[in-house]
């Protein structure tokens, strides 16, 4: 019995298990649990193709620059990396007239800064005094200044959109390299290989940092540099280019080129607004450029006061005279070049820190107040605790004078009075003796 139930047993096994593998396995659904083992580049390239590969990114910038990045692929027939170059030149190319209005707005604004930042400032500081009244007069004021120059606030934000793109296009890109997508493994353009991996020369991030350097150097995608010449903005044209080489020296190779394309762009439009011609074609307002030396806008050299000028002249042959006389010493000849590099990082490190105070000061509304040719105006003599008590008794003593005024013309009005009431009496008594 027991050798039947085996027999049998084993038949039914063998007819289920011949069942089973001769059952459908396909159920329609591709199994990517393993990509490292799935053949990718069996799979058809069309519309929703990076989707399919599990790139998807939903709603936001991200899916925007999938979208150009795989229909220009798609429908332009061009590689991968033409492909994300031309999604970063098409989204330059599309925020360029926007980006246009937005420094024509920011030149504006710059060019009427001397005039309402102190009206900015006393904003502010009416602000802290609770002095509701005063703050909307001149916030009203600043405002009024704004549409007689034509200029509108917001504009000026407009360059900020690439921003988000930017981060978007990183997203999709350091994916397809991440995945990889096979055609980034397969293409080469000069010496990339493999668009994938990073550049192993650091050509790319070299020259995406130089051109940011040189960007910066020439007034950025602005054309104008309020921090150019200062400490802090000394520190920003070296330092951004070096964070930029840093970050961008392990990038996969089709994102650096869609850096250096971008960056390349960005180049040409700064040197575009730095030109005065370009502006004034495109009908971009100009900067206007501020003196130098201390020199008062609308005035030569020869109508500033002598006494100023010999005294600057005198003090710079002073300082010219310390500085030959320490190198000619010889303990100048004891400080290394370590020494020096260290003085020099100490000195350009107080400058930036100072140079950020007052940065911070203007925005809080506790700067000095300027003069119009941008030197620091003369402190007031009373300060604010002094000002306050000074308007209170004059406040009082208005007061007091008002009273005193209104008595005076009350007693004059009583004298008048009793003045008309006997001359009435006098012309009452004369007229009853003429009747008599």
């Not at 130098?292 to 002249?313: T, Y």
Request: hydrophobic share 40%; charged share 25%.
């Amino acid at each position: 019995m027991s050798a039947r139930f085996n027999s049998t047993s084993s038949v039914t096994d063998a007819a289920a298990s011949e069942h089973l593998s001769g059952a459908p396995t396909d159920t329609g659904v591709p199994d990517l649990s393993d990509l490292s083992a799935a053949d990718l580049s069996s799979i058809p390239e069309h519309i929703g193709y990076l989707k399919n590969l599990g790139l998807d990114y939903g709603w936001g910038p991200s899916s925007i620059i999938q979208f150009f990045i795989e229909h220009i692929h798609i429908w332009g027939g061009l590689p991968w990396w033409a492909s994300v170059v031309g999604t970063g030149i098409l989204l330059r190319l599309a925020l360029l007239y926007p980006t246009l209005g937005a420094v024509d707005t920011s030149t504006k604004m710059l060019n009427i800064k001397p005039v309402t930042e102190p009206l900015r400032q006393q904003m502010i500081m009416r602000g802290k005094e609770g002095n509701q009244i005063e703050m909307l007069k001149l916030r009203a004021e600043i405002q009024k200044l704004h549409q007689e120059q034509g200029i509108v606030a917001w504009k000026s934000f407009i360059p900020m959109l690439q921003i988000p793109f930017g981060f978007g296009c990183y997203r999709v890109v350091k994916g397809m390299a991440a995945l990889p997508v096979p055609g980034l493994t397969l293409e080469s353009v000069a010496w990339l290989k493999d668009l994938t991996v990073a550049d192993p020369y650091f050509i790319l991030p070299a020259a995406s940092a130089l051109f940011m350097y040189l960007s910066i150097r020439k007034g950025g995608e602005n054309g104008v540099n309020q921090l150019q010449g200062t400490a802090l903005g000394r520190l920003l044209m070296f330092g951004l280019p070096a964070l930029s080489f840093l970050f961008m020296a392990f990038f996969p190779s089709a994102l650096q080129l869609y850096f250096v394309t971008t960056g390349l762009f960005g180049l040409g439009q700064a040197y575009l607004l730095s030109s005065d011609t370009f502006r004034k074609s495109m009908n971009i307002a100009l900067p206007v450029r501020q003196p130098k030396n201390g020199q008062s806008p609308g005035r030569d050299d020869s109508q500033q006061s002598k006494s100023i000028r010999i005294l600057r002249e005198h003090l710079e042959a002073e300082r010219a005279k310390m500085i030959q006389e320490q190198h000619k010493s010889p303990n100048s000849l004891e400080i290394s070049f370590i020494d020096r590099a260290l003085n020099n990082l100490k000195e350009a490190k107080e400058n930036i820190k100072r140079e950020t105070a007052e940065k911070l000061d203007a925005v809080r509304g506790q700067a000095p107040v300027k003069n119009a040719d941008g030197t620091i105006a003369e402190p007031p003599r009373l300060g604010e605790k002094d000002l306050k008590l000074a308007a209170d008794y004059e406040r009082r003593r208005k007061e007091e004078e008002d009273w005193k005024r209104e008595e005076r013309n009350h007693a004059r009005r009583e004298a008048h009075l009793k003045a008309m009431e006997l001359e009435r009496e006098k012309a009452r008594s004369a007229f009853k003796v003429k009747q008599r």
